[in-house]
């Protein structure tokens, strides 16, 4: 599938990465996040993509860094400055 933005794409390849690094198969997350399979699938596949709500789950049960997930050069963000900004205007820092 082709990429809509680099921010899919790295979302996509960092989560499913942790994934498999973690032994679980789309099933396990998506029950562990309790969504379907295919929710997962989607954002794997950048088809679908998270909004900010499940995006704090997903970071918060992950311990995966927004700078990690959303940017290829992550290992350049400052210690501390990466966050995620909540619906309700919060940072959130796994």
């Known amino acids: ?3 809509r933005c ?6 996509a390849r960092v989560l ?14 998506a029950g562990k996040l309790g969504y379907g399979h295919s929710i ?14 499940t995006m704090e789950y997903i970071i918060l049960y992950t311990g995966i860094t927004p700078c990690r997930l959303f940017c290829d050069r992550a290992d350049r963000c400052a210690p501390g400055q990466c966050a995620l ?10």
Do not use: C, Y
């Open 6 to 11: 680099g921010l899919r794409a790295n979302f």
């Open 1 to 3: 599938m082709h990429s």
């Open 16 to 29: 499913k990465r942790w994934r498999l690094e973690h032994h679980l198969n789309q099933k396990e997350l």
């Open 85 to 94: 900004l909540t619906s309700r205007g919060e940072a959130i820092r796994p």
């Open 40 to 53: 997962v699938s989607g954002w794997e596949t950048e088809a679908r993509f998270p909004d900010v709500d």
